[in-house]
């Protein structure tokens, strides 16, 4: 869990994404034009870089940008592109030059690979002189050019600035000039960056929020103290200010050296003077960072795909690539010829969706086309451009709603769910419109949307977002998705999460976790997790009934809500159909969660997965292995005699992964491993496991995945891991050895709270079900070490499964004392023995602002543990049964209320008010109570005694 502070920061992005252009990918025999006119000029183009032009290679940059060299601490030999420094995710830092080269090309910090289109020379970059910029780098490498002279060639290419021999001495000098001050340029550069991210982050933070940091609006340091909570809660521990990097008050510093009405100063000079040659110092950023990157890529001794300069160089062509003329342009200036020259050979056929589905119809045909490399990586592609049901899914972030900004994961829930339903043909979408404009006032039928052939024969291929076959033109849907068709680069930009915010805050019979207007307010938004929650979010948007589906245990209600849902959002050619995986209803929550399994065409397509927690997770996946994707059941075997492993990385799901690793050269793995999608978990996992089982040089690879999936509270996602890392490491021999362990946990403490099934003692009542927790495993093989590294920095505890009562005793006398950074503790049935061995200890965690417990013998235990709540406390949340006994109503079990037991509770709240006057009490009833019952023990409490803004009684 990360800190309430933490998850209030945002950073709005100030850039936008491109429209990533098809034009080199869907043109036929587009590489052996490129072969054959470099043969004519005497060069043979570098394999590497054509393989199957920038399709396969997209996976291998972007998992490169992303998942590659990058630490939290700033190190001014690799310097960051400005719009790639993210205070949200600290650990964007390059550590070595090809990572820092990779955030020059594609700056985007979102996780999203996008080239440069900054105003600085990089983004300026035409498609002429980025194919100079690619034959200068070979050049440099095969030839062995001198240094000075490459430099100097890149200044002036960059610049735009005349060749000639007589202006060399002066260039020179110039550059020389430049590269003495390019430290000071970083150093200024770097800290203008902090305080612009910092100041953003400001003003999404309230003065409420501000005082729970003790920060004054008014502190002269406030931006100092800003930015070092939000450092505090990373799991970067060397922040900027103790490496000597930023001094306290520097922000403060610049802040008004950057005033309109700044004084002159020494300051404001150097800042005027470098901000008039930035232009320049940012040509010397990168052309010193690109040498370096050659160098490195010749001398690593951490092997990596080859060619990934030279690829990154052509990726980034590729990515801005629009017309046929700028194919021509690039390689214009790749050969030094005229693009007229080139044109009238250049290919003209075009990968359409006819020959996609000829050969995709003709097994034999398709069998033929996959053992040619280029053809394997189109008709891969085609499949994503013609058939594919599903749109890229969104990731949740931060969003914003009137100002207030929250983590978005049901809000994403709901955009990935209608991205899905409402993803449709280009061809029907025409369809549509044309229909709607033909449309007469009286009810016109709607006619059968258009055949498939008929779609074919149209202009336009691909898919656009659209409800106009489910909602009124107007709809604030069709609205939303007008604006998207219209700005499709803006797709997973902060104004698309802001605006799916809007869409779904404060709308009737919808439960919030949050109230703009501040506590006690009305909550209005941030959606709350469960599948009559988004059930009725739905209902609010289509008005098909004003009524809400009530949040009570009626499965007949739900399914029933569900085959609705499917029939309304189903049309011609697109059959939506459900099935239940796993729900469970929660009495805490009243609501259900859980996974469901969604069809298309009665072919498994995705997942709804609402899980229980605090506060509680949805997501949506692609099925791992979706039915009628053919790429994921060719032969494999067949494919790796013929394919490149960038190649065959398309083809491969976790489990072909795994089996393919192993055939491969360790060279091959390498290349094959950094090409995969890495959306999935499944596949992270698969990755993490083959670097310590198959092949070591995957490693940093593995430890960037694993903080990937820590980053956000999904523990499903940690699970997933952690069923992975539990094997290996067991057994006199483990592959990950104490040492590994210990730097794992102390770098994701977070992964102790892995419940598990003991391997010692299997879960003899529910197989397979965990009875045991990670920590407690821990104590009881002598793994103290793992302890050690993890709970002085551990942020969540939580303790549902133990399967020995001593190891947890033990626990809580010895090691709980340690968890200094715990910012949440939960225990499933403390009883009184567990309420001994915890009382002495909870005083002394002086910073635990949040605790919640679910008590077996509330009466006995309860006042010990109210007279020994932490000083820090914010929320104490207190689970109770209250139930005397059960009987049978219509074949139903219904619970008898135990009065005596709420009646003692009485004198215990009065002592808990009455001495925490800023603590909130939480208390949560049995959710099968009836609405009669439900009544009486308001009325046993007298819950109007209580202060109104703390004390919430739910059930």
């Known amino acids: 869990m990360k800190s309430r502070f933490l998850s209030l920061v945002i950073f709005f992005l100030t850039f936008s994404y491109p429209i990533v252009s098809h034009g080199m990918e869907l043109r036929e025999g587009l ?144 550059y020389s000039s430049l590269l003495k001050e390019f430290p000071e340029f970083c150093h200024h550069d770097f800290k203008v960056t902090l305080l612009e991210r910092t100041e953003t982050i400001l003003e999404t933070i309230n003065e409420e929020d501000l005082e729970k940091e003790h920060i004054s609006l008014t502190d002269p340091l406030i931006l100092t103290k800003v930015l070092k909570c939000i450092l505090a809660n990373t799991s970067a521990e060397q922040t900027f200010f103790t490496s000597g990097l930023l001094n306290e008050g520097d922000l403060e510093m610049y802040q008004a050296a950057l005033s309109p009405s700044a004084p002159e100063t020494e300051l404001t000079k150097t800042l005027r003077r470098l901000k008039n040659k930035k232009s320049e110092f940012e040509t010397v950023r990168f052309i010193e960072i690109l040498g370096k990157a050659l160098r490195e890529q010749g001398q690593d001794q951490q092997p990596l795909p080859e060619s990934l300069v030279e690829r990154s160089i052509f990726f980034f062509f590729g990515q801005k690539v629009k017309t046929q003329d700028d194919i021509l342009n690039f390689f214009s ?29 003709n097994p034999e045909a398709l069998k033929a086309a996959l053992l040619n490399p280029q053809r394997a990586s189109l008709l891969s592609f085609g499949y994503n451009l013609f058939e594919n049901p599903l749109p890229l899914l969104s990731h949740y972030k931060t969003a914003t709603y009137q100002g207030k900004p929250f983590p978005n994961c049901i809000e994403a829930f709901f955009e990935n769910f209608f991205n899905i339903v409402c993803h449709i043909k280009r061809a029907e979408f025409e369809f549509l419109k044309s229909h709607l404009a033909r449309k007469k006032e009286s009810e016109e039928v709607l006619e059968d949307t258009p055949s498939e052939a008929q779609a074919a024969s149209q202009e336009g291929t691909g898919h656009i977002f659209t409800a106009l076959h489910l909602l009124p033109p107007d709809h604030p849907l069709n609205s939303y998705y007008n604006w998207l ?75 029933q809500e569900l085959r609705n849902l499917c029939t309304f959002l189903s049309r011609k050619n697109f059959k939506l159909t459900w099935q239940e995986e796993d729900l469970d209803y929660s009495l805490l929550k009243n609501d259900y969660f859980g996974t469901l399994t969604f069809l298309i065409n009665d072919k498994k397509s995705f ?94 690879l593995a430890k960037r995945l694993m903080h990937s999936i820590s980053e956000f509270s999904d523990t499903s996602a940690t699970d997933k891991l952690m069923k992975v890392l539990f094997p290996l490491m067991k057994g006199e021999s483990p592959f990950l050895t104490d040492e590994e362990m210990s730097e794992i946990f102390t770098q994701y403490p977070d992964f ?7 391997p010692d003692t299997p879960n003899t009542q529910c197989p397979g079900n965990p009875n ?82 679910f008590l077996d013998q509330p009466y006995s235990t309860l006042s010990s543990l109210l007279i020994s709540l932490p000083p820090s406390l914010e929320e104490f949340s ?64 007298n819950v109007d005694a209580f202060p109104e803004d703390r004390f919430n009684l739910t059930f």
């Open 31 to 174: 590489e052996e034009w490129i072969r054959s006119r470099c043969a004519s000029h005497g060069i043979s183009f570098n394999e590497k870089v054509l393989l199957s032009l920038t399709r396969s290679a997209s996976k291998l940059i972007e998992n490169n940008r992303f998942y590659g060299d990058l630490t939290s601490l700033f190190d001014p030999n690799f310097p960051p592109h400005p719009q790639g420094v993210s205070l949200l995710d600290l650990t964007c830092f390059p550590s070595k030059a090809r990572s820092s080269l990779f955030h020059l090309l594609f700056p985007s910090p979102t996780g999203i690979l996008v080239a440069n289109q900054t105003g600085d020379p990089i983004g300026k970059l035409t498609p002429s002189k980025t194919g100079r910029l690619l034959r200068l780098t070979e050049n440099y490498l095969k030839e062995h050019m001198d240094e000075t002279t490459f430099k100097l060639t890149l200044y002036n290419l960059l610049l735009g600035l005349r060749a000639e021999p007589d202006l060399i001495p002066t260039r020179l000098e110039k």
């Open 333 to 361: 200036g790749y050969l030094g010829v005229d693009p007229e020259a080139l044109r009238p050979t250049f290919p003209t056929t075009v990968f359409s969706e006819k020959m996609y589905w000829d050969t995709r119809n």
């Open 485 to 559: 068709n219209e700005n499709p680069e803006l797709r997973f930009s902060q104004e698309n999460r802001d605006r799916i915010a809007e869409l779904c805050s404060a709308r009737p019979h919808v439960r919030y976790l949050k109230s703009t207007t501040g506590k006690g307010g009305e909550k209005d938004y941030e959606l709350a997790p469960g599948f009559l929650n988004f059930l009725n979010l739905v209902r609010s948007h289509f008005a098909q009934t004003s009524e809400a589906l009530p949040f009570e245990e009626n499965l007949e209600t739900l399914t």
């Open 607 to 700: 997942t709804l997965t609402m899980e229980m927690g605090a506060p509680g997770h949805g997501e949506i996946k692609r099925f791992p292995l979706m039915e009628g994707d053919w790429r994921q059941t060719v032969d494999i075997d067949a494919l790796q005699k013929t394919l490149p492993p960038e190649i065959l990385a398309l083809f491969l799901t976790p489990e072909t992964y795994e089996k393919t690793l192993p055939n491969l050269s360790p060279q091959d793995q390498l290349t094959l491993t950094h090409s995969l999608d890495l959306e999935s978990v499944e596949m992270k996992c698969a990755i993490i496991k083959a670097a310590y089982t198959h092949n070591l040089h995957l490693k940093p």
């Open 752 to 758: 102790l709270n892995y419940s598990l099934e003991d």
């Open 772 to 853: 045991n927790h990670l920590a407690l495993f821990a104590i009881e093989h002598g793994k103290t070490s793992w302890l050690k590294a993890a709970l002085p920095k551990i942020s969540t505890l939580i303790f549902n499964s133990f399967l020995k009562e001593e190891t947890f005793l033990e626990f809580l006398k010895t090691y709980l004392i340690q968890c200094s950074k715990l910012n949440y503790l939960y225990i499933y049935a403390l009883n009184e023995k567990f309420t001994e061995g915890l009382c002495p200890v909870l005083p002394h965690l002086t910073g635990l602002p949040q605790v919640s417990f």
């Open 878 to 941: 207190l689970r109770f049964g209250g139930i005397d006994s059960w009987k049978t109503e219509d074949n139903k079990s219904v619970p008898i209320l135990n009065k005596e037991a709420w009646q003692q509770l009485v004198p215990h709240l009065q002592t808990f008010f009455k001495e925490n006057p800023r603590t909130t009490f939480n208390l949560g009833g049995n959710g099968m109570f009836s609405e009669e019952q439900q009544e009486e023990i308001r009325q046993i409490l």
